[in-house]
């Protein structure tokens, strides 16, 4: 699954491809004020940490922009422009 994430400053969205992405997303999720709109009982969830998980790896490169997520190597790649 790949993961694209945006923040537009009052919520983050949370867009889950597929591997074989029709260009539709599976799932989008919203985070706003700390907590997701997911179904996930675990708090926090997934997403949440994954939201975490950028924000750090933003601070850590200030002028790059563009990644998401893969969760078969759990890291961040740039996004091909």
């Known amino acids: 699954m790949d993961y694209y994430i945006t923040d537009n400053g009052k ?16 799932d989008v999720y919203t985070i706003m004020g700390g907590s997701c709109d997911c ?17 750090k790896h933003i601070e850590k490169n200030p002028y790059e922009f563009g990644y998401y997520f893969d969760d078969e190597d759990g890291k961040f790649h740039e996004l091909p422009f």
């Open 39 to 55: 179904p996930s009982p675990q708090r926090p969830c997934k997403h949440q940490r994954l939201v975490n998980q950028w924000r």
């Open 11 to 26: 919520y983050v969205t949370v867009a889950k491809f597929a591997p074989d992405a029709s260009g539709t997303p599976q």
